[in-house]
């Protein structure tokens, strides 16, 4: 009968240790990120919330202010009027 030489139960011992060892670093690496991604997410959404509340508020300001009578607050019609062409970004809003 073969036999194997003497080391290498001590040699697979080892290897395989050093797998398993390899395997719980990967796991542990993979939830660390699964759970920072998770927590980013969070946080986009929590800030995006904020932004839609500033528009929502912004928007509110500007109803009222556009209620308003300029010729009651010393305002005048300006006797001339110039417009500036500028190509600008789209403009994205959440606000309703």
Same mark, same amino acid.
């Given at each position: 009968m073969?036999?194997? *030489?003497?080391?290498s139960l001590?040699?697979?011992a ?8 390899v ?6 690496t #993979?939830?660390?990120? #699964?759970s920072? #991604? ?14 839609v509340? @500033?528009? /929502? ?7 009222e202010? /556009?209620? /308003?009578? *300029?010729?009651? @607050?010393?305002f005048v /019609? *300006? ?6 062409a ?7 809003s959440?606000?309703?």
């Amino acid at each position: 009968m073969n036999a194997l *030489p003497k080391k290498s139960l001590s040699y697979l011992a080892a290897a395989c240790a050093f797998v398993f060892a390899v395997y719980v670093v990967l796991m542990v690496t #993979a939830m660390y990120f #699964a759970s920072s #991604a998770t927590e980013l997410a969070g946080i986009a959404r929590s800030k995006e919330a904020d932004v839609v509340a @500033l528009e /929502t508020e912004y928007y509110a300001a500007i109803k009222e202010l /556009t209620k /308003t009578d *300029p010729a009651s @607050l010393g305002f005048v /019609t *300006p006797t001339e009027v110039e417009y500036v062409a500028a190509v600008g970004f789209p403009a994205f809003s959440r606000a309703e």
